[in-house]
């Protein structure tokens, strides 16, 4: 299978040529500041099956789980489009809403749920995780 999406402005577009690892949802604060909301939907991918087009501009820092990332972002129009974990380089996290059709997303957890917020209501029947899933 094969993803395609792009930012807010169009000036970035990525595609994916393979299959996700995983998807889930996180409610760690990192990822509410990244979106402005509640939580970020992310779906994991090899980092090496993504081609992106377009100036993306990348920062370090700290994740919520004190493992380094490098998000990335439109250089254009600020557009939020992945995550790079330091620790696991072979993965990508991508936002969900990112896609051109984020239709199959199928969150299987939320993690950092000891951080979510009442008024961010998810799917009930996901496990949620009080942290980062182990391993992930």
Partial sequence: MSYAGRCAC??????????????????????????????????????????????VTEIE?????GDGKRKGFCTACG???????????????????TLDDPAAFK??????ASRGHAWDHLDPALPKLPKMRPGA
């Fill in 61 to 65: 820092r700290a994740a919520d789980s």
């Fill in 10 to 55: 169009g000036a970035v577009r990525y595609e994916i040529a393979a299959d996700p690892i995983r998807g889930f949802q996180c409610q760690c604060r990192d990822c509410q500041r990244d979106t402005g909301s509640g939580h970020a939907s992310v779906m994991v991918f090899p980092r090496a099956a993504m081609s992106v087009t377009g100036a």
């Fill in 79 to 97: 557009s939020p489009l992945y995550n790079k974990p330091l620790s696991k380089p072979d993965f990508i996290g991508v936002y969900v809403g």
């Fill in 107 to 112: 969150p299987q957890m939320v993690m950092f």
